[in-house]
T-cell receptor, first 112, second 112 residues
Framework: IAGITQAPTSQILAAGRRMTLRCTQD?????MYWYRQDLGLGLRLIHY???????GKGEVPDGYSVSRANTDDFPLTLASAVPSQTSVYFC???????????FGPGTRLLVL | GESVGLHLPTLSVQEGDNSIINCAYS??????FIWYKQESGKGPQFIID?????DKRQGQRVTVLLNKTVKHLSLQIAATQPGDSAVYFC???????????FGAGTRLAVHP
């Protein structure tokens, strides 16, 4: 069992480019989440999904979009990247909302 | 707004000693708390959780204590080992079941 996988591991991106971060879980968890982690600010929720077909906004959703076409996949898209989106991005999942969240290994993104 | 341990202090301990990592939370509506461990370059890893109907919960070498009166959470690690060196985050669900709020973390440095 792989748990949660994220791709790419790291990426350097020119400002203005579109980028999709991939997240896949094989635990059949209903809920999935995207966080960004910045020094001194901890983990901040970007978007979440309680179940396939539904999504919701977290604390810092601007500039990001998500989709949840099926249980396993929860991609995060930056439509037009800006330098302030330089961060480490973590995907997480839980059996249901309100349960313990399990995290992927992260994607390190540098926007120049 | 709510806050959970926004500072990132460093706790230095000798190998074999017990460690205590503290966390203050501000939302009295929170009823679920989690401790995560994050090693360098990796995603947060679940350690232990506790619900508000409990004051104490024990795991393997770890104990979480919850004091709702003063809104304080602590993680005790017995016989600290070099492998325990990491950043430890507390999280609360004060923002709703989908919105875990994380502190900035505490760095634990274990010296031989």
């Amino acid at each position: 069992i792989a748990g949660i996988t994220q791709a790419p591991t790291s990426q350097i991106l020119a400002a203005g480019r579109r980028m999709t971060l991939r997240c896949t879980q094989d635990m059949r968890h209903n809920a999935m989440y995207w966080y960004r982690q910045d020094l001194g600010l901890g983990l901040r929720l970007i978007h979440y999904s309680n179940t396939a077909g539904t999504t919701g906004k977290g604390e810092v959703p601007d500039g990001y979009s998500v989709s949840r076409a099926n249980t396993d996949d929860f991609p995060l898209t930056l439509a037009s990247a800006v330098p302030s989106q330089t961060s480490v991005y973590f995907c997480a999942s839980s059996t249901d909302q309100g349960q313990t969240q399990y995290f992927g290994p992260g994607t390190r993104l540098l926007v120049l | 707004g709510e806050s959970v341990g926004l500072h990132l202090p460093t706790l230095s301990v000798q190998e074999g000693d017990n460690s205590i990592i503290n966390c203050a939370y501000s939302n009295s509506a929170s009823d679920y708390f989690i401790w995560y461990k994050q090693e360098s370059g990796k995603g947060p890893q679940f350690i232990i959780d506790i619900r508000s109907n409990m004051d104490k919960r024990q795991g393997q070498r770890v104990t979480v204590l919850l004091n709702k009166t003063v809104k304080h959470l602590s993680l005790q690690i017995a016989a600290t080992q070099p492998g325990d060196s990491a950043v430890y985050f507390c999280a609360e669900n004060g923002g709703g079941y989908n919105k875990l709020i994380f502190g900035a973390g505490t760095r634990l440095a274990v010296h031989p």
